[in-house]
């Protein structure tokens, strides 16, 4: 006699519970990624429109001395400065405050004239990067023969951005506008 078929479904029978309960924690491990949604990231109600604001410096001198005395502030301190025009400044200066990370501070600098004098507007922006070492090894293509992987690899390292922000740190913008003020 022929032994009995017995159909590969039944056997899996018992372990259904266990089948979907393993599909279901696979299918549930990608929702629970670390990704922030977007309105997390929001930051409008953070921003505070103040009346007193930390970016701006009010002096009676004219608008060219002022941003003549931004533009020596800067130089004094290490920026290389850009002049867009007389009245439009841009300073950066380079940090690495350690061995794999790197930061670039630029400060942007506006006067507009007033009634009473000049408003200075200072603004700061810091970019962040950090070496990342990337590696490539090489392949030859022999056509009819296949490829062949050859031991030489190379490695470089490359500084990648990978982040940005305004300086929002009102003693930042205090000592900045003092030393600006020794200029005038």
């Known amino acids: 006699m022929f032994p009995k078929v017995i159909p590969v479904y039944t056997f899996a029978r018992p372990l259904r519970p266990l089948l ?11 929702c629970g990624s670390n990704t ?31 941003c003549d005395a931004a533009r020596k502030t800067l130089l004094s301190q290490g920026y290389q400065v850009d002049m867009k025009d007389a009245l439009n400044l841009n300073g950066t200066k380079f940090f690495q405050p ?13 006067c507009v004239e007033t009634d009473e004098g000049t408003v200075i507007y200072a603004n700061a922006k810091q970019t962040f990067f950090e070496l990342k070492a990337s590696s490539n090894s090489a392949g030859l ?4 023969m296949g490829s062949i992987s050859l031991p030489w690899s190379a490695s470089a390292d490359n500084l990648v951005k990978v982040g940005e922000e305004t300086v929002s740190d009102r003693s930042f913008y205090r000592r900045l506008f003092s030393l600006l003020s020794q200029q005038l």
Request: cysteine-free; overall charge negative; charged content about 20%.
């Open 36 to 66: 922030p949604k977007l309105s997390e990231l929001s930051v409008i109600n953070d921003e505070h429109f103040e009346v007193m604001s930390p970016y701006a410096y009010q002096t009676s001198t004219s608008k060219e001395k002022s």
């Open 98 to 110: 350690s061995k794999d990370h790197h930061t670039k501070l630029e400060v942007g600098v506006v």
């Open 141 to 144: 293509g022999v056509a009819g």
């Open 20 to 30: 979907l309960a393993g599909l279901l924690g696979l299918s549930l491990t990608g």
